[in-house]
């Protein structure tokens, strides 16, 4: 079973259901904001009252409690933020932050729910989105509880390659300890794995440079775990 993270245009998925007046009141309501790499956009416990999509840039979800820590995703542009808590009203379940230079266009709830109030189509393509997500959510989960720890990066390793960066080659977002979070593995370990892989010539690193030369072992290793 090969994670099935994947590209997507959900921005383009819900826009082309929406009229040329929607479109304008969604622009009307919409504030641009850039965040630079590093800066929280949403913090977890606080309250957040806005939808984001993701113009441009790469940012990560995640959740710490006291000092256990794990990432749930990473959303590159054309992605939405904050659907799958679009009726929960207290504080937001996790942390976004900025792992590269990010525009987005945020837009209030309020908003959002009147769009959805008027067209049925908008509110199909919506539920399609969360329905996405919670899949996703589920490889995850099982890749998490049932993958060797060299299936586990094997599958963060094709998801950048393929559908973050479209490239074989690509700078490492993520810290040894965000991928170790993402991986659910300590860090010594992802340490240890990635000179394995480098070792075996899946892999070529310089500095935070990632280049992998074996994709077809690398999807092998992702499927059996």
Excluded: W
């Excluded at 099935?4 to 040329?20: G, L, M, P, W, Y």
């Excluded at 995640?62 to 504080?91: A, M, P």
């Excluded at 000179?195 to 500095?207: A, Q, R, S, V, Y």
């Amino acid at each position: 079973m090969v994670n099935k993270c994947r590209e997507t245009n959900e921005i383009q998925a819900c826009f082309s259901v929406i009229t040329d007046e929607q479109k304008k009141y969604f622009d009307d309501n919409s504030n641009q904001v850039t965040y630079f790499k590093g800066e929280t956009i949403f913090k977890q416990g606080t309250v957040n009252n806005s939808i984001m999509y993701i113009r441009r840039g790469l940012v990560k979800l995640s959740i710490q409690s006291n000092e256990k820590y794990i990432i749930l995703s990473l959303k590159t542009k054309n992605h939405f933020v904050g659907f799958e808590t679009f009726r929960h009203s207290e504080g937001s379940p996790y942390t976004v932050t900025a792992l590269e230079d990010t525009d987005v266009t945020l837009v209030s709830k309020e908003v959002i729910a009147n769009l959805l109030n008027q067209n049925r189509a908008l509110s199909n393509e919506v539920i399609k989105l969360i329905n996405n997500h919670v899949i996703v959510t589920y490889d995850r989960m099982f890749s998490l509880t049932q993958k060797q720890l060299h299936g586990r990066l094997a599958d963060i390793l094709l998801c950048l390659s393929r559908n973050i960066y479209a490239s074989d080659t690509f700078e490492l977002p993520l810290s040894r300890k965000d991928l170790a979070a993402l991986t659910s593995m300590a860090p010594e370990s992802v340490i240890r794995i990635l000179k394995d892989f480098k070792t075996d010539n899946l892999i070529n690193t310089i500095g935070k440079t990632i280049k992998l030369l074996n994709i077809p072992m690398l999807e092998k290793i992702s499927a059996v775990g």
